[in-house]
């Protein structure tokens, strides 16, 4: 078992109740883990998929391609996420996914998957509620950035990015790596590149949060999620025993 199939594994049990079976049967997947360069795209929009997407580390996000060439993020995944797990029951992807700094990703054959979920449907349930989840994150995005102020709207990614981060053990104390520049922030949040500034210079003239380089520094987290109304409920994140 390779360290793309611990990361599933993990993952999934954040979730889920995994039995030694499904562990067992996760274990036999085949699982080409590719490296990625930063902004490099590994799934188009438009083409048909065939393998499911696995983060094994760094960042990835989801975006749409619009017609003039501009992207609009969708969300970010870290590793042991499988963002395009729906992919399993679709025709043509909409939507691509790009690695957001370095990363590695794994591809898993959909008919691999299929094959398991027969053989084990509890490990079908266990990627079925990974996609409900990621739809939960969906559905804030879409209350983000339709219904909250610029300072609001960036200081809950900010919370969430964090907070994600936190509970799959990748940041730094208070410190947390977030490779996204500011034109990718601009278009997660809606925002012009001046826009996207001069709020930054409102969070951070506020205490609560500084962001430069690529790495995120939560100064006040308590104050931060006020600011950002951020609840981490929708996250849903909870190991089971």
């Known amino acids: ?85 729906q992919g399993l ?55 983000n950035n339709s219904a909250r102020p610029m300072p609001v709207r960036m200081a809950h990614l900010f919370c969430e990015l964090f907070y994600r981060s936190r509970g799959s053990a990748l940041n730094r104390g208070n410190r947390c790596k977030v490779p996204i520049s500011l034109v990718q922030l601009g278009e997660t949040l809606g925002m012009g590149i001046a826009t996207v500034n001069r709020t930054l210079r409102e969070l951070r003239a506020t205490g609560t949060v500084d962001f430069r380089d690529g790495d995120l520094t939560i100064v006040k987290w308590r104050d931060l999620q006020r600011l950002g109304d951020f609840s981490p409920d929708y996250l849903h994140m909870k190991r089971h025993r």
């Open 1 to 85: 078992m390779n360290e793309a199939h611990q990361v599933l594994i993990r993952n999934l049990n954040e979730q889920s109740r995994l039995e030694q079976e499904d562990v067992a049967e996760i274990g036999t997947f085949q699982c080409a883990v590719r490296n990625f360069e930063p902004n490099e795209d590994f799934i188009h929009q438009g083409e048909k998929p065939e393998f499911a997407a696995l983060v094994v580390t760094g960042m990835v996000a989801r975006y749409h391609l619009l017609s003039s060439g501009r992207r609009q993020y969708l969300s970010f995944h870290l590793p042991g996420d499988l963002p395009d797990a």
């Open 89 to 143: 029951f679709i025709e043509k992807m909409d939507h691509a996914l790009c690695a957001i700094g370095p990363a590695s990703v794994g591809f898993i054959p959909h008919r691999e998957l299929l094959r398991a979920f027969r053989r084990r449907p509890n490990l079908g349930i266990a990627f079925w509620r990974e996609t409900l989840l990621d739809a939960a994150i969906f559905r804030e995005a879409i209350t």
